[in-house]
């Protein structure tokens, strides 16, 4: 049996809705959403640029809306090793585990 582990994380309202949005239409139900959210991490972290991208989720603002998700505690450590790869890069950028989830949601919303 593998430890999960739950992630908070902060989204603006309009990305939140549009995540509601897209699990519905891929088919997952809002019980599923964090198998959605670690499915789009997964995707991410394999992105050749994906601190840049983390990067530029810089631009987004209105972080009002709470979402928590499950995670395997092996993509936990992943994220970890992630939010590393993305201060050594850009030293000075905050809440690097929130900015991947954002970011990787982002990019499968985009995709």
């Keep these: 049996m593998s430890n999960k582990i739950k ?3 902060v989204l ?3 990305l939140q809705r549009d ?3 897209m699990l519905i239409a891929d088919g997952y139900d809002l019980k599923a959403k964090s198998k959605w959210v670690s499915e789009a991490v ?3 972290l394999v992105m ?3 601190t840049h991208l983390v990067k530029l989720n810089d631009e987004m603002s209105g972080f009002e809306k709470m979402e928590s998700i499950v995670v ?11 939010a590393l790869m993305v ?3 850009y ?3 905050e809440g690097v585990q929130s900015r991947i989830l954002r970011t990787a949601i982002v990019q499968r919303l985009l995709r």
């Excluded at 395997?72 to 992630?82: F, G, P, R, V």
């Design 7 to 9: 992630i908070s994380f």
């Design 12 to 14: 603006p309202e309009a």
């Design 19 to 21: 995540l509601k949005l």
């Design 42 to 44: 997964e995707r991410l």
């Design 48 to 50: 050749e640029n994906f």
């Design 72 to 82: 395997e505690s092996a993509l936990k450590l992943k994220i970890n090793e992630s």
């Design 87 to 89: 201060r050594k890069d």
């Design 91 to 93: 030293p000075i950028l």
